[in-house]
Structures are given as structure tokens and as C-alpha cells.
Nanobody, 123 residues
């Protein structure tokens, strides 16, 4: 069983930055693909970014050039650096882990989820 805990959310003005962190338990963290999803009120959960066990990354088009996902296997932690934030980035951000190491943009392919952290971007 892997436990996933997000942190780093908050309130920021448009154009600002935030860094989310996701700490995962377990000795096999390096073999998991790690993802960030987000869910705004009344909307479906949306893929934001993913990083595979080889550190290959993938992003949804709306965040390319603004968000960066990275991982530190020594700390069992994945990060999401969010720059040039927009009001439409407002959502609860979830971290998810997928066994097998390959990135997938489908929420149902992920095996472990955190509780989420709120990101609010004011205009």
C-alpha cells in the first residue's frame, strides 16, 4: 500500500507561482509513474502532468510552458512548479501514483491517490 500526501496549495494572484509537493510512502517509489490531476467545481477530474520512472514527462496543453513536474526519488517526492497562474487554474489538485512506471492521463489507471490540495488563483 502506498500513501500519497499533497502539500503546497494556497491562494495566489494571477501571474503568480506556487509549488506543490507530493510525498509518497514505500520503497518502490522510483518504479511508479506519478501524476497531478485537478478538479474544479462542477467539472470532471482533469490530467495536468505526469512523470514516468524514467523521468519522461507529459502535460496537458493548457499548462505547457507554465507548469513543470519533477521527481526526487531519494525523497520519495514529486513536485509541480506552477508559474504564470491563471484564474482558470483554480481547482483541487490531486497527486496519484501508478504502478508500472508509464504515464497515463486516465484517472482510472492510477492506483493510489492523495486527498488533494486547494489552489485558488484570484484575478
Amino acid at each position: 500500500q502506498v500513501q500519497v500526501v499533497e502539500s503546497g496549495g494556497g491562494l495566489v494572484q494571477a501571474g503568480g507561482s506556487l509549488r506543490l509537493s507530493c510525498a509518497a510512502s514505500g520503497r518502490t517509489f522510483s518504479t511508479y509513474a506519478m501524476h497531478w490531476f485537478r478538479q474544479a467545481p462542477g467539472k470532471e477530474r482533469e490530467f495536468v502532468a505526469g512523470i514516468g520512472w524514467t523521468s519522461l514527462t507529459s502535460y496537458v496543453d493548457s499548462v505547457k510552458g507554465r507548469f513543470t513536474i519533477s521527481r526526487d526519488n531519494a525523497k520519495n517526492t514529486v513536485y509541480l512548479q506552477m508559474n504564470s497562474l491563471k484564474p482558470e487554474d483554480t481547482a483541487v489538485y490531486f497527486c496519484a501514483a501508478r504502478r508500472g512506471g508509464a504515464v497515463s492521463s486516465s484517472p482510472s489507471d492510477n492506483d493510489y491517490w492523495g486527498q488533494g490540495t486547494q489552489v485558488t488563483v484570484s484575478s
